[in-house]
């Protein structure tokens, strides 16, 4: 996955090409814990460690924003429409997240390419799917760009391609003329 940081250099390209390249929307994450990664990966089958922070989980996500520059970038590139995501720890996932907060089987990201939007299903997940901080329990949400997406206590940003292009030439320094 690619950071912030190195997405930079591909800025150089209109709007219309990076979508085409990188597809509609991203997943943006504070990269795991060393820690955290090799613990969820050894886990394997094994249960869920439960959640610490449900309160937090606000705070965690101003937290990770501070650092945006070192954030990791994950693309969606749905093919279809009504495509899911599986979330979980498993390898076999669609999206792996690796903390041992998130179920093997945590969650569905569907496509929806009639709204040109993702919605979010928690699969019974022990730690909860949020969104802006907020439990889904067992409702479907459609997500929202810029939403704030947690799985147990793992947090991610959810933007459109066309945001991320435009906060990344945002910060680039205009060149003097």
């Not at 969820?40 to 520059?69: I, K, P, Y």
Request: glycine share 8%.
């Amino acid at each position: 996955m690619p950071s912030v940081r190195e997405l930079r250099a591909l800025v150089q390209t209109d709007v219309k090409t990076f979508q085409d390249q990188h597809g509609p929307v991203a997943l943006i994450q504070q990269p795991p814990a060393p820690v955290f990664q090799r613990v969820a990966q050894q886990m394997g089958e094994a249960r869920t460690v439960f959640m610490a922070h449900r309160s937090r989980l606000a705070d965690r996500l101003m937290a990770m924003l501070q650092g945006f520059e070192h954030l990791q970038v994950l693309f969606l590139k749905p093919k279809m429409d009504g495509e899911v995501f599986a979330v979980g720890r498993l390898e076999t996932s669609s999206l792996v997240v690796h903390d041992p907060s998130v179920s093997k089987f945590h969650a569905f990201i569907r496509w929806s390419a009639g709204d040109g939007s993702c919605y979010v299903r928690d699969a019974g997940s022990m730690n909860g799917t949020f969104v802006n901080a907020i439990a889904l329990g067992d409702q479907e949400q459609q997500l929202f760009d810029g939403d704030g997406l947690a799985f147990g206590d793992a947090q991610f940003l959810y933007v459109r391609t066309e945001t991320l292009h435009a906060h990344l030439c945002a910060a680039i320094p205009s060149v003097a003329r």
